[in-house]
Nanobody
Framework: VQLQASGGGLVQAGDSLRLACVHS????????IGWFRRPSGEGREFVAA????????AYTHSVEGRFAVSRDIPKNTVYLQMNSLKPEDTAVYYC????????????????????WGQGTLVTVSS
């Protein structure tokens, strides 16, 4: 699966950004698109995920209530709407594809994802 993330940029604290992840069309719709981020000098961490088949979502605690993940089925695109951005949200953001059905246990784990996009940089200044 090919994925391409876009929409990153430089914003101020409190601003909003919307990231987009376009992926190649799949025959079966039972899969998950996840968003991860990698702050400078740190490991990659789970941000959010959405089930393509039923729109079920999950978020890491630090972004709940500020970020929202959604999908546009005709456009094969998943969005990550990021509101009330904080300097600690600064990172390279990646979208990823997991061919499996939804699992609360695995959706936040990097190893569950089969394909990754190239990343888009989000910088939030204070």
């Amino acid at each position: 699966v090919q994925l391409q993330a876009s929409g990153g940029g430089l914003v101020q604290a409190g601003d909003s950004l919307r990231l987009a992840c376009v992926h190649s069309r799949r025959i079966f719709n039972t899969y998950i698109i996840g968003w991860f981020r990698r702050p400078s000098g740190e490991g990659r961490e789970f941000v959010a995920a959405i089930s393509w088949s039923d729109g079920r979502t999950a978020y890491t605690h630090s972004v709940e209530g500020r970020f929202a993940v959604s999908r546009d089925i005709p456009k094969n695109t998943v969005y990550l709407q990021m509101n009330s951005l904080k300097p600690e949200d600064t990172a390279v953001y990646y979208c990823a594809y997991d061919h499996s059905a939804w699992s609360d246990e695995y959706i936040s784990q990097e190893s569950a994802y089969d394909s990754w996009g190239q990343g888009t940089l989000v910088t939030v200044s204070s």
